[in-house]
């Protein structure tokens, strides 16, 4: 600790109470088990820096106050799952002033009429699941990490979950939003509908990864129980197959709450567990489907989708294929559980995982996906666990994770990581994507904010120095 972190940290005691003061900033050790640390983003984590846990919109007000007179930058942490995968919170200063905003975590008001409920952003999101459930609700929000990520966190990376085919992501989801700026200003955005007369300030907001201010208060839709849900896996020999058995079920009408294109590999990796292989991994590409409703409503759906299936000469692979899929992803923390090799023996063997997300439009994946084995096959130290590609409805876009097993504690895997990652980020510009389509832009794609967003950076640095004439945030 320099001396000047222990004026703001003076400053800050005499503004807020001492409990709220910490030097360390706890994050769930489980993520930094699984991840890979390819960027040391485990190292920044553990670095001790002044530690804030405020309680409402006007403790963190006063934070902005204390930290706009001092060299600082304020970096808003919520589960801090975000770290390993984009690097989200690495700060850009050396003093930092963290807010951990989990210690914001009620929930203020749940309203079955307008279907929506408020909470604080620090509330973790199966805390969330677990209070509605008891009510016979939930809400569509719902990533791998959802057991220790927080509501502000998901929403500020505009997250992805198994059911944006139908609900979209975050930003689609909220309604409303409370938020404070670096010059101590409270604002409220938004109402309980969807329907946002705000310039979309709202989404504008919600996507900014913690840049233009920090969200204290969410409010976002839920809904009932579904009567029934049900999921299905079908086989194909080739990709064109599946994506035209997609378009026909979106020209047909038919609206899966989930709807995945799916290599082997990651079939095999989280979905083949007490299954006999046999011949379903003759097929090259697979689709995962779920849909939710009435019982018979259901089955319909199932029954179309089966004969366009058909149709396209794709199968339907067992029922016990599906639902362990569907276990693994919405379990939390949906690494591959390799067939037979269990996480504790990957860990052991130092293979950990770690994925790209790239968003492109759908018809343009077979041409990813070949570029990506062509560049693989000179990248002997990468274990390639698949792409599983998460397809949003009705614009047929795909959000495409590609993931490896990789040994962090090797310099040469590490790089062969890191080349993969940047040719394939590369190609989705290319061929019309976006390299940032779930976790945010991050601090470690910093390097491709300008391939990302071209000319647009310069009006968001704009109205980030407006926002932020102080720089405090990152
Ligand atoms: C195992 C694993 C699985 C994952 N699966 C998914 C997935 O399925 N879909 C997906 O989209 N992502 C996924 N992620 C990425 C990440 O977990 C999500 O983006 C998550 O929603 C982030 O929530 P968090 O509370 O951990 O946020 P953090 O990691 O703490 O923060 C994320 C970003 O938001 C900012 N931030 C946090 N809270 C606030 C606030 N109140 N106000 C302003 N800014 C704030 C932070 O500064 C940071 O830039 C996964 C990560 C892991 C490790």
Not at 212 to 231: A, D, H, W
Request: contains cysteine; positive net charge.
């Amino acid at each position: 600790m320099t001396e000047k972190i222990d004026i703001v940290e003076m400053f800050l005691r005499d503004k807020l109470k001492e409990k709220e003061i910490l030097r360390i900033l706890e994050v769930p050790e489980t993520h930094l088990n699984l991840y890979a640390d390819k960027f040391g983003g485990r190292q920044i984590l553990e670095k001790r820096y002044v530690v804030v846990r405020p309680k409402s919109a006007s403790d963190v007000a006063k934070i902005f106050e204390v930290v706009k007179n001092f060299d600082y930058s304020v970096i808003p942490v919520g589960g801090a799952t975000g770290a390993l995968v984009s690097g989200g919170i690495l700060p850009t200063k050396n003093k930092v002033v963290f807010i951990d905003t989990r210690s914001m975590n009620k929930i203020l008001r749940f309203d079955p009429d307008s279907q929506t409920v408020t909470v604080q952003a620090g509330v973790k999101i199966a805390k969330l699941q677990a209070f509605l459930k008891v009510r016979g609700y939930w809400t569509p929000i719902l990533p791998g990490s959802f057991r220790q990520a927080t509501i502000g966190g998901a929403v500020c990376t505009n997250a992805i979950s198994p059911f944006s085919t139908k609900y979209g992501r975050a930003t689609s989801i909220v309604t409303a939003l409370q938020i404070v700026f670096p010059n101590g200003k409270i604002t409220e955005i938004g109402n309980k509908t969807s329907f946002d007369n705000s310039i979309m300030l709202k989404d504008f907001f919600l996507s900014s990864e913690g840049r233009l201010g920090i969200l204290t208060e969410v409010t976002l839709k839920v809904y009932p129980f579904p009567e029934s849900r049900k999921v299905a896996m079908f086989g194909f020999k080739n990709i064109n197959s599946a994506i035209s058995t997609i378009i026909e079920l979106r020209n047909f009408g038919i609206q899966p709450e989930t709807l995945m294109i799916l290599e082997k590999e990651r079939v095999i990796y989280e979905a083949l567990q007490n299954v006999s292989l046999n011949s379903e991994l003759n097929y090259a590409i697979f689709i995962f489907v779920s849909y939710s409703g009435s019982k018979g409503f259901v089955a319909s759906l199932l029954n179309h989708t089966i004969s366009l299936v058909k149709k396209r000469k794709g199968v339907k692979l067992p029922d016990k294929i599906a639902k362990n899929y569907w276990k693994n992803l919405t379990k939390g923390y949906a690494l591959p559980m390799m067939r037979d090799v269990s996480n504790e023996e990957l860990r052991v063997a130092n293979l950990r995982y770690n994925s790209v997300r790239i968003g492109i439009p759908l018809h343009k994946l077979p041409i990813f996906l070949s570029y990506e084995r062509k560049i693989r096959a000179k990248l002997d130290m990468l274990v390639y666990v698949g792409t599983s590609s998460y397809i949003l409805l009705p614009q047929a876009d795909s959000l495409c994770v590609s993931g490896c097993l990789i040994d962090d504690s090797s310099k040469i895997a590490v790089e062969q990581f890191k080349t993969w990652e940047r040719k394939l980020l590369q190609k989705a510009k290319r061929i019309g994507g976006s390299l940032c389509a779930a976790t945010g832009l991050g601090s470690m794609y910093n390097e491709f904010a300008v391939t990302e967003f071209g000319d647009s950076l310069e009006s968001f640095n704009l109205i980030k120095r407006t926002l932020d004439p102080w720089k405090i945030l990152k």
